[in-house]
């Protein structure tokens, strides 16, 4: 439990950082612990339609993305947010 500490602490150093992810410019909005996650809004794109739980179109929302941050089955950091790439 100690270790998961540690590493959410450092993740959550990462929010508001700009980041690319698949090329597209995006920035850490939130550090999920339950995985853990890391939550990011695309800056590139503008927004997408939301429906709402009878599946009609409700509202227009940023689009974002759940990077996981470890690989459940193998126990190593996850190939996607390892690719990652730390905006200056």
Known sequence: MYQHTIIIEELRTLIGC???????LCEVVEILEHGPFVVLLNLEHGTIIQTNQHGDASRRVPLTYTIPVMHHTEGDVHPTFAALELED
């Open 18 to 24: 700009r980041v690319r992810h698949g090329g597209i």
